[in-house]
């Protein structure tokens, strides 16, 4: 397996595709990354050579933030907002959706599980 900026990228996976398990890396980004680099994106992580892999790693360091830099930025961004008191902080401090999405029904995933009816409260 090859390793870029501490993430296993799967060997058996194009590298058009494997790009994208780094977090902050998506299907624009791998692609521009490739072009940029010159590596052919339909060639597997396998047959990379080591020096192909020494240049996706710099490309990627001198143009974007990724990973644990990129998640710190988002928590930052989110805890301002909050501070703040901005209606998308209350939304994020209440663990309900923030995009406008409705949530008198979905919005599960933001809200948890249904209380159910006749539960005990302790």
Known sequence: MARVL?????????VFVALRYIYGIGPTRADEILKHTEIDPDKRVKDL???????VTQFINDNYKIEGELKQEVQKNIKRLVEIGSYRGRRHRLGLPVRGQRSKTNARTRKGRKPGIGRKKK
């Open 6 to 14: 501490g993430v296993e990228l799967p060997n058996q996976k194009k």
């Open 49 to 55: 050579a080591e020096d192909e892999i020494r240049k």
